[in-house]
Every structure is written in C-alpha cells, then in structure tokens.
C-alpha cells in the first residue's frame, strides 16, 4: 500500500526532530567533555578544591536554563553530575607518581648504609615505635609494641627457613619479603594494616646471626618504608609460639 502524503509528512517531521535532538544533545555535551580534557592539568592539582572549581566555573542551573528542550537539559545536567564525579575520582598530582623520587632515594639509600648499634626503635605512623618483644619463626621476624599503642611491623621472608638464622640480605638482593604494619593510637579505633611489597620501593637491610640458645637469634635491621616510617636497631628475638592470639591491645 503506497505512503500518502500526509504520512510521509509526518514521518519526515519524525525523522527530523530526531536529527535535531541529537544535534542538540551532541552540541550541548561535546564542548564541556573537551573542556574537561583542557581542565584536567587543574583537577590533577592539590591545591584547588575541584568541586568548587567546576561548580563556580560551569554552574549546572546554567546549563538547565540554558536548554528549553527538558530532555536535552536532563542529558546535559546528568553529564555534568558525572564529569564532576571522575575529576574528584581523578588522583591528585602528588599521587601520579606513587612514590616521589626523593622519598625512593631515601629508602633505597638504606641498603649501603652501616647498620646502627643501638638498641631496635624507631618511628612508624609518625609516631615513636619502641617494640617491647621481638619473635621469630620459620617465615618472620615480628617486632610489636604494646606500651602507650599498639604498633607490629612483621618481616615475612614469604619462604620458610628453619631456623630462620644465619641470613643477611638487603632489599636490592633479595626482593621476596612482604613487610606488614599495624597500628592503634586508640582503643575506639580500629587497627590500621598496611601492606608493602618490594614494588612499593620500600629499604631494607637485615642481618639474622647464629642463635645464642635454642630460642634466642640476635641480629639487627635497618627498614624504611614509603610512608615515612623507619625503624633500625639490634634486637634480640625469642622464637614464637606455634599458636599466637593477639589481641591488638596495649597498656595506657
């Protein structure tokens, strides 16, 4: 059956409303996804509070007024809701390289250093770390401390060793432990783990000696990790019990 005119009329007007949405939707969106890239340099940057930024810059009741159309406003608004929420998702400059130059130096810089004579200590969390007991077993040396906080800094050769003694490796020649770091100031929080491998560009330097009894290995390290943290001293560690509860509490 052939198309009358009044139906091919009505189709054409389709056809073009159609054009002509899309037009409109494509033209409104397409200029702030490119200002997006431009901005990108600025949204990158700590210093600004991006949401503020975008908000003062390209307020999204400008862009609803600026559209009779309710559909493209909707489309329009919707776009910016989710540009703002990737820039804010976006990581800051200092964060695009996970670990300053300076601060990798300063942890590598470890491994050629002499190690200190004193007595195991240091700071972790940016706080004073004085571990009160030091154990080994077959995997680990684990140094915690549980007077004024609760801090525990575990070495996992991640290879057991039995007995664990008689070692001495830097983090350059030997690039299998994993170092663990929990930390609690405060009864009421929880406990903070952090977990480094030797990509997070972390120093260390550990020496186990031959063990003085059968539970006793002295030996001494040098630990620098990303964050800050370091802890360097001699130490003398008792073996662990094969069962360990640790309750994650200290004492005032």
């Known amino acids: 059956m052939p198309i009358t005119s009044i139906d091919s ?3 054409n007007r389709a056809i073009s409303k159609s054009a002509v949405l899309k037009g409109a939707v494509w033209k409104g969106v397409r200029p702030y996804l ?45 776009s910016v809701v989710f540009i703002v929420s990737i820039a804010l998702l976006l990581p800051p400059a200092s964060a695009a390289g996970k670990h300053p130059a300076g601060r990798a130096a300063w942890c590598h810089a470890v491994v050629a250093q002499p190690l200190p004579s004193q007595a195991i200590g240091g700071t972790v969390g940016g706080k004073p770390f004085k571990p009160d007991t030091v154990q080994w077993n077959s995997y680990s040396i684990t140094l915690k401390q549980s007077h004024k906080r609760y801090c525990k800094v575990v070495v996992n050769m991640m290879k057991s060793q039995k007995p664990l003694c008689d070692l001495s490796f830097t983090s350059d020649t030997n690039q299998r432990p994993h170092i663990y770091v929990y930390t609690r100031n405060s009864m009421s929080e929880p406990v903070l783990e952090q977990h480094y491998t030797n990509k997070d560009g972390y120093g ?49």
């Open 9 to 11: 009329a009505r189709v």
């Open 34 to 78: 490119l200002r997006l890239i431009l901005l990108r340099p600025y949204l990158l940057s700590p210093n600004i509070r991006r949401l503020k930024y975008l908000m003062t810059i390209y307020p999204i009741t400008k862009f609803v007024k600026c559209w009779p159309n309710k559909f493209a406003s909707l489309v329009v608004a919707s």
């Open 204 to 252: 260390l330097k550990l020496v186990l000696l031959s063990p003085q009894t059968a539970d006793l290995v002295p030996g001494s390290l040098s630990l620098r990790l990303p964050d800050g943290s370091f802890v360097a001293g001699k130490f003398t560690a008792g073996k662990a019990p094969r069962l360990i509860w640790d309750d994650q509490t200290f004492t005032p």
